[in-house]
Each structure stands twice: as C-alpha cells, then as structure tokens.
C-alpha cells in the first residue's frame, strides 16, 4: 500500500497568516494516463470530508483561492495564503493512483 | 447534483454483522466512470478506505478487511450496500459512502455505528 504522510499533525495558525501542509507519498503518484491523482480533504468539525484539490492543484468549486496545491513525484503542500476562522478542521491527503486509496494521518488546523 | 445518504442500524453487537446502505440521488449509480465506495473513521481518528463497487457489481476491498466484507449494487434502487461481518469494538466508526473518479469527490453525511452488547 501506497503510505501517506502529513506534517505537521497539529497546526496552531493566527488569524489571517498562511499555513503550509505537507504531503509525501512512499512512492510516486503518477499514473498511466500522465496525471498525479493527489488530493486534499477538509473536515470541519462535525462534518464529512469535503474536496479542496484534486490532481495536486485544482481546487474545486466553491473553495476558496486562498487554497492552493502544489507539488510533484512524492511531495506535495497544500498552502493557505491567509487562515479564516472557517478554516479551523482537519486537512487529508489522499492518493487516488493505486488501489487501496490511503489518506494521510490528518493535519489539525487550530487558530492559536 | 448527485447526493449519496448512508443509512443502518446505529448498534450492532460483537460478532454480529454490520449493514448499512447508501441511497444515490440526482445522478444514476451506472453512470459508467464511477466507483462506489465505502470509507470509515473510527472516533477522534484518521480516514481508512473499505472498498468499493462498480455498477457491473465488480468489487475491491482493502485487504485489512476483506476477510470480513461484502459489498453489493442494486441498480434498479439506485443504491449500495456494505456488509460487515463478526463486528468488534474496533468496527465502532463513522462509515461514509462516496463517489469515486480517482478522488472522492462526492461523500455522504456519514452514519455513526456504535459496536456494543
């Protein structure tokens, strides 16, 4: 199985200062058709994980530009230019390469 | 907007089997391109993938697992199942149903499973 690991795992942020989440994979993310299948997940308190980025920078519909993705081969981060207090939960990478998908440990955001 | 809610009992005891189903709406379960999917999260914990199914009823399980899993389709209920069998304290989680296109892009609201006598 593919492993991902996050660091850190708990992110103490204040208000409107970036945040960077890093991502590696224990081997490379590229599939046959030529895209890296790596994603990042928010779960707010309470809630179901929902899509921020899919294949590494493509953010989804309705997230915020301050979300951005970036990376190749087996690092990957995922940047938050200015934390908002909606950004408080937990933040997941997930590779959609290989069966059996596996997800980060989770890296807890915080506002100190 | 395809929406997926998850449903079952909310208590199961040990060694007995854990079933639950999720019900898609807005969009077609044999929309080919898709896998449907089961994901967990025991509480205070991390994200641990379960299986899926394709529409032609074609299945995988993560190999923790799969001595003890069942999924199934029915396409005429827009809908699929997961079974888990000789449950444990352990199974207690949150199971999730989502969509899968190499990313889980689409996820229910989840439904809390409590394993206990």
């Known amino acids: 199985d593919v492993v991902m690991t996050q660091s850190p795992l708990s992110l103490p942020v204040t208000l409107g200062q970036p945040a960077s989440i890093s991502c590696r994979s224990s081997q490379g993310l590229v599939y046959s058709d030529g895209n890296t299948y790596l994603n990042w997940f928010q779960q707010r308190p309470g809630q179901s994980p929902r899509r921020l980025i899919y294949?590494?920078?493509n953010r989804d519909s309705g997230v915020p530009d301050r979300f951005s993705g970036s990376g190749s081969g087996t690092d990957f981060t995922l940047k938050i230019s200015r934390v908002e207090a909606e950004d408080v939960g937990v933040y997941y990478c997930m590779q959609g390469t290989y069966w059996p998908r596996t997800f980060g440990q989770g890296t807890k955001v915080e506002i100190k | 907007q395809v929406q997926l809610q998850e449903s079952g009992p909310g208590l199961v005891k040990p060694s007995q089997t854990l079933s639950l189903t999720c019900a898609v709406s807005?969009?077609?379960?044999?929309?080919?391109?898709?896998?449907w999917n089961w994901i967990r999260q025991p509480p205070g914990k991390g994200l641990e993938w379960i299986g899926y199914i394709y529409h032609t009823g074609s299945t995988y399980y993560n190999p923790s697992l799969k001595s003890r899993v069942t999924m199934s389709i029915d396409t005429s209920e827009n809908q699929f199942s997961l079974r888990l069998n000789s449950v444990t304290a352990a199974d207690t989680a949150v199971y999730y149903c989502?969509?899968?296109?190499?990313?889980?892009?689409?996820w229910g609201q989840g439904t809390m499973v409590t394993v206990s006598s």
């Open positions: 807005g969009g077609s379960i044999s929309s080919g391109g898709y896998s």
């Open positions: 294949k590494v920078s």
């Open positions: 989502a969509r899968d296109v190499r990313s889980f892009d689409i």
